[in-house]
């Protein structure tokens, strides 16, 4: 093995080059994780905060999200299905297309509750069929929430309840809404759809008399005013609950995220153990990969439910020996491991082939944590934490086909690594970040995202709160109380104080690149150098200024990106570096461009790298 960066001279000095010339054509860049902003947007009202809590994707890369306003000029569109701010907040829906443009948008909630205020309505979540029907679950105290074709009609409580609506393709019409509740509080924070159309809700409840069918746990198991988790399947037609269960032990607990796969369903959250010997225990499987207690702290867990929901598969703890163990997220990779994110105080959260594998700040501070636990439940593929020298939490995760996985959340760590970054630095104290990680935990990216602080009286501050990847997209949404940066806004500027926001990461590509091979050989042992040119920008069409970058590296090496060049004003650019490698030069030149999708060479020149001996 050579690594590119040493040993040029002495291994050129002696060896004979072979110099294989020619276009190796057409690669993305996804291997590298390298992405760019492909449109972000602000979203919101001059007169009151928005956020976005949840955000899900369609097949054809559309994207919707709901989330919180109290703004009275919330941006709805013509014929959605509520235009007016009822109560002190409502929740809204908003369906954007790959692009960027807004589809619709629409507004969520009632206008008073039992005690004479107005009503007060958060959307926590959001999950699309195939048909792009969008299922939104939240928490309400309005008398006069929006319900049609309902399991529950009529709140039971004074305090909050939580709710799943559904809503058309076009954002104009409900096809079911409905409470699920008892007499206390109780609060949907996770929702996901069955491919009959069921939706599947996860949250926490502390109501004795929570609505229960074919249950796994049929009684609260907590001590009140403390919570129990809990997950309801609606029906596909919205008028019954076809499977509902408590789910806890005698301490704290709250689902945070639920997700579907093979039938099964997963769901994760954190505990709060009061004691060792808390009755009842919170739930844990023989074999289970973590069932040990640790008294007066939180534990995340993760637990997998049979397609038989009233059977669990697993059930374990996950956590370290702090005061402060919090899930926010998890996500289902194809071979049915589990990808669990959250934040935590602990020096001895387990980690298992880390990026990093300590905290950076030793444990005074959060940091983020990603784990990926293996589909028996019974250990774990990897586990790593992720932050600096600040407070570093995780919000979000998402995973592609591939098994890489991509977290968001937000962090006040200045020194949080960053890779194939588009904005280096963080830029005041709070921004949001995203990260993407290989199935066996290498970092791919890390990006900061956020803005400078606006100097209008407002708290600087970016979280992003949710994300989705989708045919090598990542599609990221929170929100922002500074400059967040724009390209193809539907709405360029903040209108109030805090506003949503909403994101697309593309690939960088796919870009052209084209090489050259040198083989060098000395005691039969061959060793490939290859140079390749990559244009950065992914551009379409011969145009001037575009950011061209020649890359060398060893057949077991990394890819070392020596100077870049830019284009000229006719699309063409040289590379020459005299020094490369001794006795050696590589020159570059191309010109090229993008027709009806497909790349070619623009112009009489032709692409090429080589290698020279001089």
Same mark, same amino acid.
């Given at each position: 093995?050579?690594?590119?960066? #040493?040993?040029?001279?002495?291994?050129?000095?002696?060896?004979?080059?072979?110099?294989?010339?020619?276009?190796?054509?057409?690669?993305?860049?996804?291997?590298?994780?390298?992405?760019? !902003?492909?449109?972000? &947007?602000?979203?919101?009202?001059?007169?009151?905060?928005?956020?976005?809590?949840?955000?899900?994707?369609?097949?054809?890369?559309?994207?919707? #999200?709901?989330?919180?306003?109290?703004?009275?000029?919330?941006?709805? &569109?013509?014929?959605?299905?509520?235009?007016? *701010?009822?109560?002190?907040? /409502?929740?809204? %829906?908003?369906?954007?297309?790959?692009?960027?443009?807004?589809?619709?948008?629409?507004?969520?909630?009632?206008?008073?509750? @039992?005690?004479?205020?107005?009503?007060?309505?958060?959307?926590?979540?959001?999950?699309?069929?195939?048909?792009?029907?969008?299922?939104?679950?939240?928490?309400?105290?309005?008398?006069?929430?929006?319900?049609?074709?309902?399991?529950?009609?009529?709140?039971?409580?004074?305090?909050?309840?939580?709710?799943?609506?559904?809503?058309?393709?076009?954002?104009?019409?409900?096809?079911?809404?409905?409470? !699920?509740?008892?007499?206390?509080?109780? =609060?949907?924070?996770? #929702?996901?759809?069955?491919?009959?159309?069921?939706?599947?809700?996860?949250?926490?409840?502390?109501?004795?008399?929570?609505?229960?069918?074919?249950?796994?746990?049929?009684?609260?198991? @907590?001590?009140?005013?403390?919570? /129990?988790?809990?997950?309801?399947?609606?029906?596909?037609?919205?008028?019954?609950?076809?499977?509902?269960?408590?789910?806890?032990?005698?301490?704290?607990?709250? !689902?945070?995220?639920?997700?579907?796969?093979?039938?099964?369903?997963?769901?994760?959250?954190?505990?709060?153990?009061?004691?060792?010997?808390?009755?009842?225990?919170?739930? &844990?499987?023989?074999?289970?990969?973590?069932?040990?207690? =640790?008294?007066?702290?939180?534990?995340?867990? %993760?637990?997998?439910?049979?397609?038989?929901?009233?059977?669990?598969?697993?059930?374990?703890?996950?956590?370290?020996?702090?005061?402060?163990?919090?899930?926010?997220?998890?996500?289902?990779?194809?071979?049915?491991?589990?990808?669990?994110?959250?934040?935590?105080?602990?020096?001895?959260?387990?980690?298992?082939?880390?990026?990093?594998?300590?905290?950076?700040?030793?444990?005074?501070?959060?940091?983020?944590?990603?784990?990926?636990?293996?589909?028996?439940?019974?250990?774990?593929?990897?586990?790593?934490?992720?932050?600096?020298?600040?407070?570093?939490?995780?919000?979000?995760?998402?995973?592609?086909?591939?098994?890489?996985?991509?977290? #968001?959340?937000?962090?006040?760590?200045?020194?949080?690594?960053?890779?194939?970054?588009?904005?280096?630095?963080?830029? /005041?104290?709070?921004?949001?970040?995203?990260?993407?990680?290989?199935?066996?935990?290498?970092?791919?990216?890390?990006?900061?995202?956020?803005?400078?602080?606006?100097?209008?009286?407002?708290?600087?501050?970016?979280?992003?709160?949710? %994300?989705?990847?989708?045919?090598?997209?990542?599609?990221?949404?929170?929100?922002?109380?500074?400059?967040?940066?724009?390209?193809?806004?539907?709405?360029?500027?903040?209108?109030?104080?805090?506003?949503?926001?909403?994101?697309?990461?593309?690939?960088?590509?796919?870009?052209?690149?084209?090489?050259?091979?040198?083989?060098?050989?000395? *005691?039969?042992?061959?060793?490939?150098?290859?140079?390749?040119?990559?244009?950065?920008?992914?551009?379409?069409?011969?145009?001037?200024?575009?950011?061209?970058?020649?890359?060398?590296?060893?057949?077991?090496?990394?890819?070392?990106?020596?100077?870049?060049?830019?284009?000229?004003?006719?699309?063409?650019?040289?590379?020459?570096?005299?020094?490369?490698?001794?006795?050696?030069?590589? =020159?570059?030149?191309?010109?090229?461009?993008? %027709?009806?999708?497909?790349?070619?060479?623009?112009?009489?020149?032709?692409?090429?790298?080589?290698?020279?001996?001089?």
């Amino acid at each position: 093995m050579c690594d590119v960066r #040493v040993g040029w001279r002495r291994l050129v000095a002696i060896v004979l080059p072979i110099i294989v010339a020619g276009a190796i054509g057409v690669q993305p860049v996804g291997a590298d994780g390298a992405r760019r !902003i492909s449109f972000s &947007t602000f979203f919101g009202g001059g007169t009151g905060a928005d956020r976005i809590f949840g955000l899900d994707t369609d097949a054809s890369g559309n994207v919707y #999200v709901t989330g919180i306003t109290f703004s009275s000029d919330f941006p709805t &569109t013509r014929g959605a299905f509520q235009r007016v *701010l009822k109560g002190s907040f /409502d929740a809204f %829906v908003a369906k954007f297309s790959a692009s960027g443009q807004l589809m619709y948008s629409t507004l969520l909630g009632g206008g008073v509750n @039992g005690i004479g205020e107005g009503g007060e309505d958060a959307g926590s979540d959001i999950a699309v069929d195939r048909e792009g029907n969008a299922y939104v679950v939240g928490h309400t105290n309005s008398d006069d929430f929006p319900i049609e074709a309902a399991a529950q009609s009529t709140r039971d409580g004074s305090a909050i309840d939580a709710f799943v609506t559904k809503l058309d393709p076009t954002g104009s019409d409900i096809i079911y809404s409905t409470f !699920i509740s008892g007499r206390t509080s109780d =609060e949907a924070n996770a #929702v996901d759809v069955a491919p009959d159309g069921s939706a599947w809700v996860g949250g926490a409840t502390n109501s004795f008399n929570f609505p229960t069918q074919g249950a796994y746990q049929s009684s609260y198991g @907590g001590n009140s005013p403390n919570f /129990d988790g809990f997950i309801t399947q609606v029906a596909p037609s919205g008028g019954a609950f076809t499977y509902s269960t408590y789910f806890g032990g005698g301490g704290d607990e709250e !689902i945070e995220d639920v997700a579907l796969h093979d039938g099964n369903v997963y769901v994760s959250g954190d505990t709060y153990a009061f004691d060792s010997e808390m009755s009842p225990p919170f739930p &844990t499987t023989e074999g289970a990969y973590d069932r040990r207690y =640790e008294p007066s702290q939180y534990d995340a867990f %993760v637990t997998k439910f049979a397609s038989d929901p009233s059977r669990v598969v697993y059930s374990t703890l996950l956590g370290g020996r702090a005061d402060d163990e919090e899930n926010f997220a998890l996500a289902i990779g194809a071979d049915g491991s589990t990808y669990v994110t959250g934040s935590t105080h602990s020096i001895d959260f387990p980690t298992k082939d880390a990026f990093q594998a300590r905290q950076r700040d030793g444990g005074g501070l959060d940091d983020a944590y990603l784990t990926r636990v293996n589909p028996s439940g019974s250990g774990l593929i990897f586990s790593t934490y992720f932050g600096g020298e600040g407070h570093d939490l995780a919000k979000a995760v998402a995973v592609d086909a591939k098994g890489n996985a991509t977290i #968001v959340g937000r962090t006040s760590a200045g020194n949080l690594i960053q890779k194939w970054t588009f904005q280096p630095f963080m830029n /005041d104290y709070y921004d949001g970040f995203v990260a993407t990680f290989g199935p066996h935990g290498s970092l791919r990216s890390s990006n900061f995202l956020g803005g400078v602080h606006p100097w209008d009286g407002s708290v600087d501050e970016e979280t992003l709160d949710a %994300v989705d990847v989708r045919g090598g997209s990542v599609y990221l949404a929170g929100h922002s109380a500074a400059t967040y940066p724009v390209r193809r806004a539907h709405q360029r500027e903040r209108a109030g104080g805090d506003d949503a926001v909403i994101t697309k990461l593309a690939l960088l590509g796919p870009t052209p690149r084209h090489g050259a091979t040198l083989v060098l050989n000395r *005691l039969r042992r061959h060793i490939r150098f290859s140079g390749r040119i990559v244009v950065t920008d992914g551009f379409d069409a011969c145009r001037a200024g575009r950011r061209v970058v020649v890359e060398i590296s060893s057949s077991d090496g990394p890819w070392v990106r020596l100077r870049a060049v830019r284009t000229d004003r006719d699309g063409r650019y040289n590379f020459k570096n005299q020094d490369l490698i001794g006795r050696y030069r590589v =020159e570059a030149s191309s010109v090229i461009k993008k %027709v009806r999708g497909r790349w070619h060479r623009c112009g009489a020149d032709r692409s090429r790298i080589r290698v020279h001996r001089h």
